[in-house]
């Protein structure tokens, strides 16, 4: 028989696991579902990556999260967060994908996974927005020597490189790449870096494009990529360069398609925001709610871990109130 449950929850990243802590308070049969390991996305970070936010910021549970460091890394995440598991021992299944949820004639749903299917009155969607790169869609982007995530800086040492983008993401790969002996070359949409970039990083590639040590092309596109070089539509005219790797560090996206699968209403606009009650979380679908960064849409800079982990509370003592 398909089990049962009072609240099933799809993503086991920072608001997902803080979901199912308000769940456990509130003695709600619940169920975690995540398609990879635990903070699937955090795992997936480059490996020295530095958290904007200070420790405090990125706690849930009321679990104090104690770190060295003014910022803590993707290591220190990995810990605390592995950590909260022990200490709450979720009920979660682990490298699972749900494919299908689907709104019952009985008002309850159906969730449809990889391995299995399971019933719950009510269902959140926590699945964040690192899974879907944004692409460039020029020709040769399908070449293997492109990249859309980074992990380290070792395997571009010494190469001719391509970093497209000037966020917190094409800025640190950027420096780590040059420090490591790389000949680094970035392209800039903008006529500058991002003001999102980490405040003690912006001025330190600032620096190192004055100097000459990254070179820079502003207001800038990549029109092709081939096996040896890179076409850049730069302000002055068409320039090639030679290139062993493209780092396209040009973001990421929800998966929207999902989201319409389940009839959420999005945005008409560019955005394509998604259709929920800001009070409850709740989305146009009774009893479908979201949580997090996916409540931003194409928005990805909307939601983060410390202004998100308050949506737990806000849909779990909806829940429990009806």
Same mark, same amino acid.
């Given at each position: 028989?398909?089990?049962?449950?009072?609240?099933?929850?799809?993503?086991?990243?920072?608001?997902?696991?803080?979901?199912?802590?308000?769940?456990?308070?509130?003695?709600?049969?619940?169920?975690?579902?995540?398609?990879?390991?635990?903070?699937?996305?955090?795992?997936?970070?480059?490996?020295?990556?530095?958290?904007?936010?200070?420790?405090?910021?990125?706690?849930?549970?009321?679990?104090?999260?104690?770190?060295?460091?003014?910022?803590?890394?993707?290591? =220190?995440?990995?810990?605390?967060?592995?950590? &909260?598991?022990? !200490? @709450?021992?979720? /009920? %979660?299944?682990?490298?699972?994908?749900?494919?299908?949820?689907?709104?019952?004639?009985?008002?309850?749903?159906?969730?449809?996974?990889?391995?299995?299917?399971?019933?719950?009155?009510?269902?959140?969607?926590?699945?964040?927005?690192?899974?879907?790169?944004?692409?460039?869609?020029?020709?040769?982007?399908?070449?293997?020597?492109?990249?859309?995530?980074?992990?380290?800086?070792?395997?571009?040492?010494?190469?001719?490189?391509?970093?497209?983008?000037?966020?917190?993401?094409?800025?640190?790969?950027?420096?780590?790449?040059?420090?490591?002996?790389?000949?680094?070359?970035?392209?800039?949409?903008?006529?500058?870096?991002?003001?999102?970039?980490?405040?003690?990083?912006?001025?330190?590639? =600032?620096?190192?494009?004055?100097?000459?040590? &990254?070179?820079? !092309? @502003?207001?800038? /596109? %990549?029109?092709?990529?081939?096996?040896?070089?890179?076409?850049?539509?730069?302000?002055?005219?068409?320039?090639?360069?030679?290139?062993?790797?493209?780092?396209?560090?040009?973001?990421?996206?929800?998966?929207?398609?999902?989201?319409?699968?389940?009839?959420?209403?999005?945005?008409?606009?560019?955005?394509?925001?998604?259709?929920?009650?800001?009070?409850?979380?709740?989305?146009?679908?009774?009893?479908?709610?979201?949580?997090?960064?996916?409540?931003?849409?194409?928005?990805?800079?909307?939601?983060?871990?410390?202004?998100?982990?308050?949506?737990?509370?806000?849909?779990?003592?909806?829940?429990?109130?009806?």
């Amino acid at each position: 028989m398909t089990e049962q449950y009072d609240l099933i929850i799809v993503g086991g990243g920072p608001i997902g696991l803080a979901c199912a802590i308000e769940a456990q308070k509130k003695n709600l049969r619940y169920l975690i579902i995540e398609k990879g390991a635990i903070v699937n996305s955090i795992f997936n970070y480059p490996l020295y990556m530095t958290f904007f936010s200070t420790a405090e910021r990125l706690e849930i549970g009321d679990i104090p999260f104690n770190c060295l460091a003014p910022k803590p890394g993707r290591q =220190e995440a990995l810990e605390y967060y592995r950590n &909260i598991h022990r !200490y @709450f021992n979720f /009920n %979660i299944n682990l490298f699972e994908l749900v494919t299908e949820v689907q709104k019952l004639e009985n008002k309850r749903f159906k969730i449809t996974t990889n391995k299995s299917s399971y019933d719950a009155k009510n269902v959140i969607i926590a699945t964040g927005f690192y899974d879907i790169p944004i692409t460039m869609n020029i020709k040769g982007e399908q070449l293997p020597k492109v990249r859309h995530y980074y992990k380290e800086a070792h395997e571009y040492a010494f190469r001719n490189i391509l970093v497209v983008g000037a966020n917190n993401s094409s800025v640190d790969a950027a420096l780590e790449c040059w420090r490591k002996g790389a000949n680094v070359t970035m392209v800039i949409r903008k006529n500058e870096i991002n003001n999102r970039v980490k405040y003690w990083v912006k001025p330190d590639i =600032e620096n190192r494009i004055a100097e000459g040590s &990254i070179k820079a !092309y @502003f207001e800038s /596109n %990549i029109t092709e990529i081939s096996e040896d070089k890179v076409e850049i539509e730069t302000p002055n005219g068409k320039v090639t360069i030679e290139n062993d790797f493209v780092l396209a560090l040009t973001g990421y996206k929800p998966d929207l398609t999902f989201l319409e699968k389940m009839g959420i209403q999005l945005s008409q606009d560019e955005l394509k925001t998604p259709k929920y009650n800001p009070e409850t979380m709740e989305t146009n679908v009774e009893g479908l709610f979201l949580a997090g960064v996916v409540c931003g849409g194409m928005h990805t800079h909307k939601w983060f871990i410390e202004n998100s982990r308050v949506h737990a509370n806000m849909i779990v003592d909806f829940i429990t109130s009806k």
